[in-house]
């Protein structure tokens, strides 16, 4: 039997690379959980008629969020990893708690757009970190990058047809 020369990101020799990306994935996958939790209650909370559109395209958020966080969890899983606990969690968006009032769906809005820019922000680095060594990492998180682009674009949207009515 010849020697393999390269099994990629799952050779032995890449085991720390591997922990490395594994954290990475891990931090996106909280991130995405988070997202939902989020998500959840402020496609609930807002009210007014001006909210409905943000309450139905959060609603429909929650799902492909969810759909993310699967997908880091089994490429967690399949680098070797394990996927955490809940006890491994911590809350980090701040920006998205309820808001005074529930007709204020401007915060809303901004919370939104700083998620999915911190999201955005991550994934870029997983993207930079997996470059030559992880390609199906890589190629993973760059179809979840376009996602979060596609809300963060959509949310920018709503928050202009508010600035430009002087609301925001
Ligand atoms: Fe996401
Ligand atoms: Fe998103």
Known sequence: MTTRTSQGILSEDKAEKREEIIELLAKAYWMEMETVMSYLANSVNPD???????????????????????????????????????????????????????????????????????AIEHYNAIIEATDGVDFVTQDMVIAILRDEEGHRRLFEGYLREYEAEGLA
């Open 48 to 118: 007014g008629v001006r909210a409905q559109e943000i309450r139905e395209s959060l609603a429909e958020d929650i799902q492909e969020e969810l759909a993310h966080a699967q997908q880091f969890a089994n490429r967690i899983k399949e680098l070797y990893g394990v996927v955490p606990g809940s006890l491994e969690f911590s809350a980090e968006q701040t920006f998205l708690q309820p808001p005074d009032e529930q007709t204020d769906v401007v915060h809303v809005i901004k919370g939104v757009i700083e998620a999915e820019t911190g």
